[in-house]
C-alpha cells in the first residue's frame, strides 16, 4: 500500500515514528493528484507551494515534538465554500471567480492550527446547491469508482478526492445531505455533526438554519480524529453550541450489543432500488449478528420533507445571497449603464441556472401573499419532522436507512429533470430540518458502484453513532475496497 493510500491515523503513527516526513507524504499526494486530476477533477484551486512550506513547517514540529496533534503533516483537502486567507473562495460561482477572502474560516484555522496540510480547494454544485457536483460554474467532478458517474452533491469534490486518494481528509459542508450523499456514492465515509457542534464562521452561507461542516475520510476513525479538531464553540458564530466536546474516538469501541437500532420503514420502500435495499438489509442482519436490538419505526413525516426542503433552504438561500449585486466584492458586469441595469446583469451573468433557481423559488415563497401558504406551513411540517424523530429516539438509541436511494447515477441523466435530482436527498433531508448528526459508510456494491448506510442519532451523539458506524466497520470489508483509477 502506497503512503497516500493510508488513512490518517495510521499516517501519523509513520510520522511520529520518524519512518515518514510530512514533505514526502505531501509529495506523494501531490503526484497523485497530477496522475488522477485530469480524469477526476476534483479539485478548483491546487496549493502547492503552500502546502510544501506547511509541510516542511509540519516535519520541524514532528522532530522537535512541538505541539504535534494527529493531523500534524497530513494533507487535508477544503471545499470551496469555506474562507482560506490570500487563497480564491469561489462556491464553484463565476460570481465570486476571483474572491480571494481576507481571513480564514473557523475550522481553517483548527487545520493550520493542529498543523495539518491544507493541499487545495475542491468543487461542488454552485453555493453547495445540488446533488451530482454538475451544477458547479467552473467544471463537473467525476466518480473515481467510474468516471461516467456523478460523485454526488454538494461536496462531490472532497468526496470524490478522499476516494481517489487526492487528499487523505477533506472537509464538505451539508445542507440537505451533501456530505453523506456524496460519501455514500464514492465509498467514503461522512459525517454530518449536530447543527451548531462545529463553527460556521467563514463557510459561505447557502441556508443558515440547516448548514453544517463535517469530515470526509477513509474510516470511521479518522472521522472521529477530525471532527475532535473541528467541534467547539465560537464566539464568532452566534449558532455555535457551548458545549463539551468529548474525545470522539474514546467512542470507537467494537461492541454494539444491546444497542437500539430503529430503520425507518419509509426510507426502505418506494424508490429504493433493490440493490441498495437488499445491502442495508444485511448491514441490518449484521448489526442483529453483533448483538443490537432492531426495531421497525414508521416516521410518517417523512413524506413531506423534500417539499419542506425546498421552500425553507431556497428561502434561505434568496436572502443570504442578496449580498451578491457587484458592489463590494465579487464579480461586477461591465456592460451597465446604470446601477439597477449594474444589479441585473451582475446577478444574470454570475449565477447559474440552479442558482437563479432556487433564488426564484425563495424569493416566491416568502412574497407578500404566499408567505403563510408556503414558507410558514413548511416551518411548521419541520416541527412535525422533529416531533417524529423524538418520538423514535424514545424507542431507540441510532436510526438506520440507507443514504441514498440509488448508487451514483449517470453525469447528465438528471440535469433536465431536477425533482429526480431533488429525491436523491430523501434519506438526507429530514436530518438536517431537526438538526441531528448522522454519518454514512460503505455497506455495499451494486455493477461496482459504492452504497451507503446511514446512521442518524440524537442532538449531540456523535459518539453514538459512531460507536455503531464503527462495529459494523470492523466487522466487513467495504471500507477497504477501492476504485481502480
Known amino acids: 500500500m502506497t503512503m497516500q493510500h493510508k488513512t490518517a491515523h495510521e499516517l501519523h503513527s509513520l510520522l511520529s515514528a520518524k519512518k515518514l516526513s510530512s514533505l514526502e507524504l505531501t509529495e506523494a499526494v501531490l503526484s497523485r493528484i497530477d496522475r488522477t486530476e485530469p480524469k477526476v477533477q476534483a479539485y478548483v484551486t491546487l496549493t502547492k507551494e503552500s502546502a510544501i512550506k506547511q509541510a516542511k513547517a509540519a516535519d520541524e514540529r514532528l522532530k522537535n515534538n512541538d505541539n504535534v496533534t494527529p493531523l500534524t503533516g497530513v494533507p487535508v483537502a477544503v471545499k470551496d465554500n469555506m474562507c482560506t486567507q490570500g487563497v480564491l473562495t469561489t462556491c464553484s460561482s463565476k460570481i465570486l ?32 446547491m445540488g446533488s451530482s457536483t454538475e451544477n458547479s460554474g467552473l467544471h463537473p467532478t467525476c466518480n473515481p469508482w467510474d468516471t461516467k458517474k456523478v460523485p454526488g452533491g454538494s461536496s462531490g469534490g472532497s468526496a470524490a478526492a478522499v476516494a481517489a486518494d487526492e487528499c487523505i481528509l477533506a472537509l464538505g459542508s451539508d445542507t440537505g445531505g451533501s456530505i453523506r450523499q456524496p460519501a455514500a456514492f464514492c465509498g467514503v465515509v461522512g459525517l454530518k455533526p449536530t447543527y451548531g457542534r462545529v463553527s460556521r464562521f467563514g463557510l459561505v452561507a447557502f441556508a443558515s438554519s440547516l448548514d453544517q461542516i463535517g469530515p470526509l475520510t477513509k474510516d470511521v476513525r479518522d472521522a472521529a480524529l477530525l471532527l475532535n479538531y473541528l467541534a467547539g464553540h465560537d464566539p464568532k458564530d452566534s449558532t455555535s453550541v457551548d458545549y463539551p466536546v468529548p474525545d470522539y474516538q474514546q467512542a470507537l469501541i467494537n461492541d454494539v450489543k444491546k444497542m437500539r437500532i430503529g430503520y425507518i420503514k419509509e426510507l426502505l420502500g418506494k424508490g429504493v432500488t433493490r440493490p441498495v435495499r437488499s445491502a442495508v438489509e444485511k448491514a441490518m442482519k449484521k448489526y442483529q449478528e453483533l448483538g443490537a436490538e432492531l426495531i421497525e419505526l414508521s416516521l410518517p413525516s417523512f413524506e413531506y420533507a423534500v417539499a419542506t426542503y425546498y421552500l425553507i433552504a431556497p428561502a434561505e438561500a434568496s436572502s443570504n445571497l442578496a449580498r451578491y449585486d457587484g458592489v463590494k466584492f465579487g464579480r461586477r458586469s461591465n456592460r451597465s449603464p446604470d446601477l439597477l441595469t449594474m444589479y ?35 416551518l411548521k411540517v419541520r416541527t412535525l419532522i422533529k416531533n417524529d424523530f423524538d418520538r423514535a429516539f424514545s424507542k431507540c438509541d441510532v436510526l438506520l436507512s440507507p443514504t441514498a436511494p440509488t448508487t451514483a447515477f449517470g453525469l447528465g441523466e438528471k440535469t433536465a429533470d431536477p425533482l429526480s435530482m431533488y429525491l436523491s436527498d430523501i434519506a438526507t433531508i429530514p436530518v438536517n430540518l ?30 453514538t453513532i459512531l460507536r455503531a458506524a464503527y ?7 467495504w471500507h477497504k475496497q477501492k476504485p481502480k483509477l
Open 344 to 378: 441585473y446583469n451582475t446577478r444574470a451573468e454570475g449565477f447559474g441556472s440552479e442558482v437563479k433557481r432556487r433564488i426564484m423559488l425563495g424569493t416566491y415563497a416568502l412574497s407578500a401573499g404566499y408567505y403563510d401558504a408556503y414558507y410558514l406551513k413548511a
Open 471 to 477: 462495529a459494523y466497520e470492523q466487522n466487513t470489508d
Open 434 to 463: 431537526a438538526g441531528l448528526p448522522a454519518i454514512s459508510v460503505p455497506c455495499g456494491l451494486d455493477k461496482g458502484l459504492p452504497i451507503g448506510l446511514q446512521l442518524i442519532g440524537r442532538a449531540f451523539a456523535e459518539e
Open 97 to 128: 471567480a476571483n474572491y480571494l477572502p481576507p481571513y480564514d474560516a473557523t475550522v481553517v484555522e483548527k487545520l493550520r492550527a493542529a498543523g495539518a496540510v491544507i493541499i487545495g480547494k475542491t468543487n461542488l454544485d454552485e453555493f453547495a
